[in-house]
């Protein structure tokens, strides 16, 4: 019987501490959840809308919005989310660099089930255009998913400060 409770303190050590591994960029911010299929006595499945600001790339902020699974499985955070997921990234301050980056570089990542899949946003530089480009996708340990979303941030001028080039901050 004790051999069982240990399994159990082990999964519950996973549930809770899984989801917080692999971060390339702070948590993002929760604006709001919409209940979308009710479930009796656990938890509805929802839609979950997040914000997060880029941490190299000061004055971007991208809102995300994920499905997120309710039911007991949910409940209890093993449920393995779908891969849906939608994007858009915007310009919301004057833009600065912080470091230099790769094309594709991680943004931010997130776990989606409890070991086969993660939501990534990858950042890259279209420097003809001088504009940001954001990537949303998710993938599994066996197959990756087709399913993905793109987001473009034109550098813009803030104010009277002139825009950086993107191009500028790539590595070579």
Not at 20 to 44: E, H, N, R
């Amino acid at each position: 019987m004790s051999f069982l409770r240990g399994l159990g303190a082990i999964a519950i050590a996973l549930v809770v501490l899984l989801p917080s591994l692999g971060q390339a960029a702070d948590q993002p911010d929760l604006i709001f959840k919409k209940s979308t299929v009710w479930k009796f006595l656990t938890p509805d499945h929802k839609l979950a809308t997040y914000a997060i600001d880029d941490p190299i790339v000061d004055g971007v902020a991208c809102h995300f919005t994920v499905p997120e699974k309710g039911g007991l499985s949910g409940w209890i955070g093993v449920a393995e989310e779908v891969s849906d997921v939608s994007l858009a990234c915007r310009q919301v301050g004057p833009v600065a660099f912080k470091e230099k980056f790769e094309q594709g570089d991680e943004m931010f990542t997130q776990r989606r089930s409890l070991f086969f899949k993660k939501l990534q946003i990858v950042r890259g530089c279209d420097a003809k255009r001088n504009v940001l480009v954001y990537l949303v996708y998710s993938d599994k340990l066996i197959e990756g998913s087709p399913k993905n979303s793109t987001s473009t941030v034109p550098i813009q001028p803030w104010g009277d400060q002139m825009p950086p080039r993107c191009g500028d901050y790539m590595e070579d």
